[in-house]
């Protein structure tokens, strides 16, 4: 039996998705005072995330890179989600870090302030990984 690397591009886009919604039931927690879901709910976001990424890595190191086939506006709609998403990414790693440093030292002023902007980045990342996902794979 041998591993298809075919099955990661699948498995990160399962892996944007669900840290997505566990964000929005992170948030949605936090709203409701509810620190210990949403501890939970933030922490398994960071999980699927890392998950994603290391996906994400193996699948290039093994697969190389995979080239978008649409043309048309839909190639710029594309791109432009490309884009914006791998410049997102690269920002909100270390923002993540941050905030989760945050908490680690029990700074929470400091982690809701942070989390103010690293969640909305962090949530355009994973939808827009979603969304470029079924673009490459599904719409071409």
Excluded at 35 to 58: D, E, G, P
Excluded at 98 to 104: E, G, N, T
């Amino acid at each position: 039996m041998t591993f298809d690397v075919q099955i990661l591009p699948h498995f990160q886009a399962w892996c944007n998705g669900t840290a997505a919604v566990l964000m929005v039931f992170g948030y949605y927690s936090i709203r409701k005072k509810n620190k210990r879901a949403h501890a939970a709910f933030m922490l398994s976001a960071l999980f699927a995330s890392t998950l994603f990424l290391i996906a994400y890595l193996a699948f290039h190191y093994l697969a190389g890179s995979v080239r978008y086939g649409g043309t048309g506006g839909v190639r710029t709609v594309y791109f432009f989600l490309l884009t914006s998403h791998t410049v997102l990414a690269t920002a909100t790693l270390p923002m993540i870090f941050y905030v989760l440093s945050r908490v680690v030292k029990r700074d929470f002023e400091a982690h809701k302030k942070a989390a103010r902007w690293t969640l909305p980045a962090w949530l355009y990342v994973s939808i827009t990984g979603v969304a470029v996902h079924i673009m490459l794979y599904h719409l071409r």
